[in-house]
């Protein structure tokens, strides 16, 4: 490995020594004695998995089809991101929409409409003449979309999962880790919607003093701008992987790299995690007074953190479900979400003021106690509950009796 980086070093000097103008040569009133180049190459080797044999030229800059590197040495890009930029880097019309709308709205998440979203569906399926699109982030995801596609069309069935937002109960993830280093055996924490403090510790294995060998991390990694994910393992582990055997075109990218590093100083820096034990706390008791209240209408209130859910007893809410009791609380100014029929969770940014979870668990309370009764008399006893209806074709999503599917 010493061997390798020093081969790379090697290189990047003969190609700083280079003596050509233009292309490749030293921009006015750059240094050519900077070692910011051989630094980060340096950095990128000692802490990022040997999954790529890059070039060892830094990316510090770039417009159309010109790029410089931290020393101001400019290069012509005949790779292109490996056809990620076809339009050629920072595009105008391209950095001036992505500034405006980084100014107006960067995430609503698909629990919510978004006014952006519609009119891009729109433009792709009349571009390519199909009839509907779904998105991901990348092309490994839409890989996997469309594995996931065929099988749904294949086998006409799915099973999914009648509980979420599940606490292990103590001693679980312990018994698990041990396991796993008995029998020799990886242990994968998926951390992308419990990790970055969302339940009171950086990771939610944190709160039993596990270490995973690989950890995944996404969603709030991106500070909801940009997708951003990444996973950690250490070097036993993650040298498997060699070059050209895994990759990601945009992953490590430097717009999602800056607000990546933006988004774990901001974490960091505001305590968030110390902020959202204190206020999952604070949550908790406020929903176990509302259960307390309506004891038969809600079977259970758990969380740690702010990532809590309240599940209602589907026999005593019938025929009104979750996604109705969410539709209640949007009317009084709250946004929550339904998991299946019988589950809302609440897990508000951890920012939130302790006068705004008042507000929030207030909601919930004020529709089970004034809106409740009139919406289960309101309701057809036999109609299915309406977070399985399609809202636009009105196709019960959860049956799967149809055998043309």
């Keep these: 490995m010493a061997a390798t980086r020093k081969a790379l070093q090697s290189l990047l000097s003969i190609v700083s020594r280079s003596s050509r103008r233009g292309y490749g040569s030293v921009a006015e009133g750059s240094s050519s004695s900077s070692s910011s180049s051989n630094h980060l190459i340096d950095l990128e080797y000692e802490y990022s998995a040997h999954n790529y044999h890059p070039v060892p030229v830094v990316f510090s800059q770039a417009k159309g089809s010109t790029i410089w590197d931290p020393e101001g040495k400019k290069y012509l890009d005949f790779l292109s991101a490996y056809s990620a930029v076809n339009q050629g880097h920072c595009h105008p019309k391209i950095m001036k929409a992505f500034q405006e709308q980084a100014e107006r709205l960067t995430l609503s998440s698909r629990a919510f409409y978004n006014d952006r979203f519609p009119v891009f569906t729109e433009h792709l399926t009349s571009m390519f003449g199909y009839e509907m699109v779904l998105p991901m982030n990348t092309g490994a995801e839409g890989v996997e979309t469309a594995l996931k596609l065929?099988?749904?069309?294949?086998?006409?069935?799915?099973?999914?999962?009648?509980?979420?937002?599940?606490?292990?109960?103590?001693?679980?993830l312990k018994a698990v880790r041990d396991l796993c280093s008995k029998y020799n055996i990886l242990m994968i924490a998926d951390e992308i919607q419990s990790g970055l403090a969302r339940t009171g510790k950086m990771l939610a294995?944190?709160?039993?003093?596990?270490?995973?060998?690989?950890?995944?991390?996404?969603?709030?990694?991106?500070?909801?701008?940009?997708?951003?994910?990444?996973?950690?393992?250490?070097?036993?582990?993650?040298?498997?992987?060699?070059?050209?055997?895994?990759?990601?075109?945009?992953?490590?990218?430097?717009?999602?790299?800056?607000v990546a590093i933006a988004s774990l100083d901001v974490i960091q820096e505001e305590k968030l995690a110390e902020r959202s034990a204190h206020l999952g706390q604070e949550l908790l008791r406020q929903l176990l007074r509302v259960q307390e209240r309506f004891p038969n209408y809600i079977k259970e209130v758990r969380g740690r953190g702010l990532f809590t859910a309240v599940e209602f007893n589907s026999r005593t809410l019938f025929p009104v479900s979750a996604y109705d009791i969410?539709?209640?609380?949007?009317?009084?100014?709250?946004?929550?979400?339904?998991?299946?029929?019988?589950?809302?969770?609440?897990?508000?940014?951890?920012?939130?003021?302790?006068?705004?979870?008042?507000?929030?668990?207030?909601?919930?309370?004020?529709?089970?106690?004034?809106?409740?009764?009139?919406?289960?008399?309101?309701?057809?006893?036999?109609?299915?509950?309406?977070?399985?209806i399609c809202d636009r074709c009105g196709r019960n999503l959860y049956d799967y009796s149809d055998k043309d599917l």
């Design 150 to 172: 065929a099988r749904k069309w294949g086998y006409e069935k799915k099973k999914i999962p009648k509980d979420e937002v599940i606490i292990p109960p103590e001693g679980y």
């Design 205 to 258: 294995c944190d709160w039993e003093k596990v270490r995973p060998d690989v950890v995944i991390l996404g969603k709030a990694l991106g500070g909801g701008v940009i997708p951003v994910s990444a996973v950690l393992a250490d070097k036993d582990v993650m040298l498997c992987i060699r070059p050209g055997e895994h990759g990601s075109t945009f992953g490590g990218n430097p717009l999602a790299s800056a």
């Design 326 to 388: 969410c539709l209640k609380m949007k009317e009084r100014g709250v946004l929550a979400k339904p998991t299946h029929d019988t589950i809302v969770r609440l897990t508000p940014p951890l920012c939130i003021s302790l006068d705004e979870l008042q507000e929030g668990s207030k909601a919930l309370g004020d529709v089970l106690e004034l809106d409740l009764a009139n919406m289960q008399k309101a309701k057809p006893k036999d109609s299915p509950t309406t977070a399985t």
